[in-house]
């Protein structure tokens, strides 16, 4: 294509070509400007007769602007798109949380921590880098956080903002927080437990309710102690008759757990019928995997005349972990083991039933030796 003519103007270094308005026939002048800068010829487009309001006075005023050390056109760019790159290699807070939800297995707990990403954290923190949180602003959260929400669910998001972190740090995608965050504490020692003849009621009201899953749920429930979400992951395949082991599946996030199969549910699994096609064991809508079952299990807590706020599957899973640690014959190492807690700590709730068992044990024994007392005395009166 032929070099367009140029034409001279009154200021030095600054010329214009004759082109189109885009999309009319119309001509206007095309400004550009030349100079040198650092030793360098420089020529740059300064702007549009029509479209941009340049002139040549304007055009003038803009080449001296860039001989005085402002930035040309194409160190402009430049500039931006070393920006856009910089921004681009930044774990922000954003990008450490979509890179750690990739690796999650989909589930609840996922789409839990979705939601309180997005209602809680994502504003505060998202665009911002680890390296540039400051302790006062977590504490701002924190604080704003209690005035209307409970400690446990304020306690939830910042251990999702610590594990997004964790996550990072551990993946040498940014550095790890300079103060450790300071979480509400809460004193979670639910314990739901039910008498003899509430358990009784319940199986009565099991027993007889027509939901196919609802009530094998329940029983499984209390016969293992598994979380809801374990079971509606549960597949036959996790289920090893000939050995007597159920299969765990990233408990609460953690690695796969293995855990007895009692007699009881072992019976129960043994009957429960299996759905064509489908490696459920507690199958939802067309085979897949459930998401709820609340209705239903809520139906038989009523009808079962549970307390209010006994929750139906998770306080049955209290329940085995209650009636366990009362026992007596088992330890708390054991039964954590048997609920997959990761932290000890969690377990430690059943401790005080645990320890009254204990004190009833240990007065037999102190009864008996007061008895053994009692008949010595009787036998020095009768000698």
Request: one cysteine or more; proline letters at 5%; glycine letters at 8%.
């Amino acid at each position: 294509m032929p070099a367009q003519k140029r034409y001279k103007t009154s200021y030095p270094g600054v010329y214009f070509i004759k082109g189109l308005v885009p999309g009319t026939k119309k001509q206007e002048k095309i400004f550009y400007i030349m100079y040198r800068k650092n030793g360098k010829q420089i020529q740059e487009k300064s702007g549009r007769q029509f479209l941009d309001d340049m002139t040549a006075a304007r055009a003038a005023q803009v080449r001296v602007q860039r001989m005085r050390g402002g930035l040309s056109n194409r160190e402009k760019r430049e500039a931006v798109k070393a920006e856009k790159q910089a921004e681009a290699g930044k774990w922000t807070i954003n990008k450490l949380f979509n890179e750690y939800m990739n690796g999650r297995t989909p589930g609840k707990s996922l789409t839990t921590d979705k939601g309180r990403y997005d209602k809680y954290l994502k504003a505060p923190f998202g665009e911002t880098e680890p390296k540039n949180i400051l302790a006062l602003d977590v504490d701002r959260l924190r604080i704003k956080l209690l005035k209307k929400k409970s400690p446990q669910t304020v306690l939830h998001v910042l251990n999702l903002l610590t594990w997004i972190i964790n996550f990072g740090t551990k993946n040498g995608l940014c550095p790890g927080l300079p103060f450790h965050i300071k979480k509400p504490t809460v004193r979670n020692l639910v314990t739901e437990d039910l008498t003899s003849e509430q358990i009784k009621a319940l199986l009565t009201a099991i027993d007889n309710d027509i939901h196919p899953q609802a009530g094998p749920l329940m029983k499984l429930a209390l016969f293992t102690g598994m979380r809801r979400g374990e079971m509606f992951k549960l597949k036959w395949k996790d289920i090893d008759f000939d050995r007597g082991f159920i299969k765990i599946v990233d408990p609460k996030g953690g690695p796969d757990q293995v855990i007895p199969l009692n007699d009881a549910a072992r019976e129960l699994l043994k009957n429960h019928p299996r759905i064509e096609k489908s490696p459920f064991v507690f199958p939802g809508q067309g085979g897949n995997q459930r998401v709820t079952v609340s209705k239903a299990v809520n139906r038989i807590k009523v009808r079962a005349n549970l307390p209010k706020d006994f929750r139906p599957l998770h306080g049955l899973r209290h329940l085995f972990a209650s009636m366990l640690a009362s026992s007596g014959q088992v330890d708390l190492y054991t039964l954590q083991r048997l609920l997959t807690h990761k932290d000890p700590r969690m377990t430690q709730r059943y401790a005080h039933l645990r320890d009254e068992t204990l004190k009833k044990a240990s007065n037999v024994a102190g009864n008996l030796i007061m008895a053994v007392e009692g008949g010595n005395n009787g036998l020095k009166k009768s000698n």
